[in-house]
């Protein structure tokens, strides 16, 4: 009987570890692959399910962000009632945590429209997180809000109704106007898909960096170490990426240059 007991003993201190031991391995497991840092919501996504109807249109620009020791934080712009001059309110956010991924992910698109929520032709809302230059989503190019119009010199410009003529300076196109053509592009080759840029070549339009950025950033964000900061753990995050990738592929520079044959 004694025997009996102390097999159960040991065998209960067996189940335990091993639990202790699986549970161990679990957490080893996701730490890797956050990178350390867990999972870490997306405060964007937070923002777009506790908007409600009657706050819509609303859309999400990013406005700033750092990184601080482990860190990476973002700010938001956010506009509820973006097409009421009356309801309208804008508002910026603290410093939100981001994920690595998410802040990589957005490292490009200062200044941009990253997220949306309008209501669809349905009566439900639409949610869209392609990245775009303020207005263009859903605004330029729909006639419940303006029209094309027509220069001398043959071209065409979006130009907002007088009672959305408030849409013109929020989306900075008094200085940077927004012409038929280039509208064009986007709509039919990005819009829903992936994020657009704008200009020509490597010299973009819009997005972190651009002429439209630093111009009408009120963050301090190119005039201060954040930038720097930014750019370097974003560098660090794409290097990484690579390496996980090129070393899963079997693909290395030293194997690459093994078999030219020397």
Do not use: H
Not at 43 to 68: C, E, H, Q, R
Not at 155 to 169: I, P
Not at 212 to 239: A, F, I, L, Q
């Amino acid at each position: 009987m004694k025997t009996n007991s102390l097999t159960l003993f040991y065998l209960k201190i067996m189940k335990n570890y091993s639990v202790y031991l699986f549970a161990l391995v679990m957490a080893f497991a996701l730490t890797s692959c956050g990178g350390g840092e867990g999972y870490i919501k997306y405060p964007v996504d937070d923002m777009l399910a506790k908007t409600s109807n009657d706050k819509l249109p609303m859309s999400i620009v990013l406005y700033d962000m750092d990184v601080k020791g482990s860190r990476r934080l973002n700010k938001y712009k956010v506009t509820t009632n973006l097409d009421d001059s009356v309801k309208r309110k804008t508002i910026t956010t603290q410093w939100l945590r981001v994920s690595k991924a998410d802040f990589a992910r957005n490292y490009d698109n200062m200044g941009m429209e990253i997220a949306s929520k309008t209501m669809g032709a349905n009566g439900q809302p639409k949610i869209s997180k392609v990245p775009a230059p303020p207005g263009y989503a859903n605004y330029v190019g729909n006639q419940k809000y303006g029209q094309w119009k027509t220069r001398s010199d043959g071209t065409s410009f979006w130009a907002f109704y007088g009672q959305y003529m408030f849409m013109r300076t929020m989306f900075n196109m008094a200085t940077y106007p927004v012409y038929r053509n280039s509208y064009m592009g986007y709509r039919n080759n990005y819009y829903g898909r992936r994020a657009y840029y704008g200009g020509t070549g490597t010299r973009r339009r819009y997005g972190t960096g651009s002429r439209y950025s630093r111009s009408t950033s009120r963050s301090g964000y190119y005039s201060s170490g954040r930038s720097s900061r930014s750019s370097s753990s974003y560098r660090s995050y794409r290097s990484s990426r690579s390496s996980r990738s090129g070393s899963r592929s079997g693909y290395s520079s030293r194997s690459r240059s093994g078999s030219s044959g020397k």
